[in-house]
């Protein structure tokens, strides 16, 4: 059978978010397809990676991907990451692992309320910084304590590791304009940004529906990674500009990679979106009930109705009964 003649992976078959691999890179290489696999061919000969283990495929300077390859990467749910020299742009995609559209209808609702959009929000610097009490603060005061917290956690990063700091530096487009230490913690913010657009992309929620960033197609996934920043990609940064400040970039993801892995981030991740969106109630048990739901709804289509009714897809309703509810 052919690549194209195989039917596609349902949701139920394919490897959860939280379970995959946080992100391969791969650069200088051609990549092709083997069966469910992609391949990667270099001067250095031909590694197999299976595809449904892959959260993101980070595709580096000198590498060509072919259609079925893609084709292979989209049926699987992973996100593909074109990135220029060490990782400072990226185009990312990648087909939902659910085909429900209960997560993202959830965060719609929570977003296209103001109130409940500053919830969320609020939600998500408890989150980022725990013990902070932001109960009733808005959103001015809030970027005023993500500020502070932030330019703290910097200069305690410096202390604890010795590096030398002199403050954010940053030029778009020129990652080699900064000192180590910034190349390193723009490069763990860009894996950031590719995990999380994996993970928002895979649970089927809507990248561009974000809490606190607004106004970008990425304004969720910025969202997400910023969660982690304090805890993880900011230390990270530091730890590896300390030790390994001649090749920061590439000594940064592998770093990264490693944390990520040994953390268990990605099902993090998972649990972390479904507690900011969804409805209360179901909360407590987003990582069964949710699950099953998601899994369950799987192409099935459904049309909306008066009174929040659902009545199936693929009929004529032009006839209906008055006595029917609908």
Same mark, same amino acid.
């Given at each position: ?18 379970? !995959? ?42 590498? !060509? ?33 659910? /085909? ?25 610097? !408890? ?12 959103? /001015? ?141 179901? !909360? ?43």
């Amino acid at each position: 059978m052919s690549a194209g003649q195989r039917p596609a992976s349902t949701p139920v078959e394919l490897a959860r978010a939280g379970d !995959r691999l946080s992100f391969v890179y791969l650069e200088r290489c051609v990549v092709h397809r083997d069966a469910n696999a992609i391949t990667a061919e270099s001067a250095s000969g031909t590694t197999h990676i299976p595809s449904a283990t892959i959260g993101t495929l980070l595709l580096g300077p000198g590498t !060509r991907i072919s259609h079925q390859a893609m084709s292979v990467l989209g049926e699987t749910g992973a996100g593909v990451v074109w990135v220029g020299e060490n990782g400072v742009r990226y185009y990312a995609g990648g087909r939902a692992l659910t /085909r429900s559209a209960a997560l993202a209808e959830a965060q719609a609702s929570c977003w296209a309320n103001r109130r409940s959009r500053l919830e969320v929000a609020r939600a998500m610097y !408890r989150l980022r910084f725990p013990g902070e009490n932001v109960d009733g603060l808005m959103r /001015r005061e809030l970027l005023g304590r993500e500020g502070q917290r932030v330019k703290d956690c910097y200069r305690a990063n410096a202390e604890r590791t010795g590096v030398p700091w002199r403050g954010r530096r940053y030029r778009p487009g020129d990652f080699s304009s900064g000192d180590p230490v910034n190349q390193a913690i723009t490069a763990a913010a860009q894996v950031m940004y590719g995990i999380s657009h994996a993970i928002v992309t895979a649970l089927g929620c809507s990248p561009a529906l974000g809490f606190i960033h607004s106004g970008h197609e990425l304004s969720f996934v910025l969202d997400i990674a910023d969660l982690y920043k304090t805890e993880i990609g900011i230390p990270v940064a530091f730890d590896t500009a300390a030790t390994s400040p001649e090749d920061v970039g590439p000594a940064t993801r592998r770093a990264l990679r490693d944390r990520i892995h040994s953390l268990g981030l990605l099902d993090r991740i998972v649990d972390d979106i479904k507690g900011l969106v969804l409805p209360r109630s179901s !909360r407590s048990s987003a990582n069964t009930a949710t699950d099953s739901e998601l899994e369950r709804e799987v192409d099935q289509m459904t049309l909306q109705s008066d009174h929040d009714a659902s009545l199936p897809a693929g009929t004529n309703w032009d006839t209906w009964n008055a006595g029917e509810a609908w």
